[in-house]
């Protein structure tokens, strides 16, 4: 599919598409024309890269772990899976300690406003 169906059909911009592509997370063939063209397997791999991103993964990380993890097809992992649940868990722990920050920030908020309020 030619990079406009496929960016109508994940909703991610054209421009996203080709930074993914230049990251080395997404990739395509080239026409004769030199347009890009991608398999019908791109849809399922940019909704994945689009997850990593909602859950706070930088571009960086996310193309240094897309080659670990098992497309939708159940294609096999390039690279060993324990890796790849540690470099998650390390993930994990980083959004935890952003959480943990945003619940101290609250918790004096509410004391400000308890305060501003008499």
Request: charged share 30%; aromatic share 6%.
């Amino acid at each position: 599919m030619k990079i406009g169906d496929l960016s109508l059909r994940t909703g991610v911009s054209v421009r996203s598409l080709r930074y993914y592509e230049q990251k080395g997370m997404l990739a395509s063939e080239r026409t004769s024309g030199g347009h890009r063209v991608y398999a019908e397997a791109a849809f399922d791999r940019v909704v994945l890269i689009q997850q990593l991103l909602a859950a706070g993964l930088s571009g960086d990380k996310i193309a240094s772990i897309l080659p670990c993890m098992r497309d939708h097809d159940g294609g096999p992992a390039e690279t060993a899976t324990p890796w790849l649940v540690e470099q998650l868990e390390t993930e994990r722990a980083r959004i935890d300690r952003s959480i943990e920050g945003l619940r101290y920030t609250r918790e004096v908020l509410d004391e400000v406003i308890a305060g501003a309020r008499g």
